[in-house]
Nanobody, 116 residues
């Protein structure tokens, strides 16, 4: 059964840090690249960070140098360390496989709010 459970969001001041976690079903995690997506109010969902099964990473230009994606294959968990947060990072953050259309499923996400 497909399951993606995101956690770690919250309210933080600009310049602060948060670490997001995503527990994924083992069957998803072991065969796919994983990514963190976000959707800000009134905007389309976008991929901000991705990590391959082997650990290669890619980032959107807007978060490069500030966000770090990692995965723990033993725990079927993917993380997003977010530093130097900006108000424009405010969004609901989701994890999913990359590309997301492979699953046709989204978890509930976790809300990140960055105050100025």
């Amino acid at each position: 059964q497909v399951q993606l459970v995101e956690s770690g969001g919250g309210l933080v001041q600009a310049g602060g840090s948060l670490r997001l976690s995503c527990a994924a079903s083992g069957s998803i995690f072991s065969i796919n690249a994983m990514g963190w997506y976000r959707q800000a109010p009134g905007k389309q969902r976008e991929l901000v960070a991705a990590i391959s099964r082997g650990g290669s990473t890619n980032y959107a230009d807007s978060v490069k140098g500030r966000f770090t994606i990692s995965r723990d294959n033993a725990k079927d968990t993917v993380y997003l360390q977010m530093n130097s947060l900006k108000p424009e990072d405010t969004a609901v953050y989701y994890c999913n496989v990359v590309p997301a259309y492979v699953l046709n499923y989204w978890g509930k996400g976790t809300l990140v709010t960055v105050s100025s």
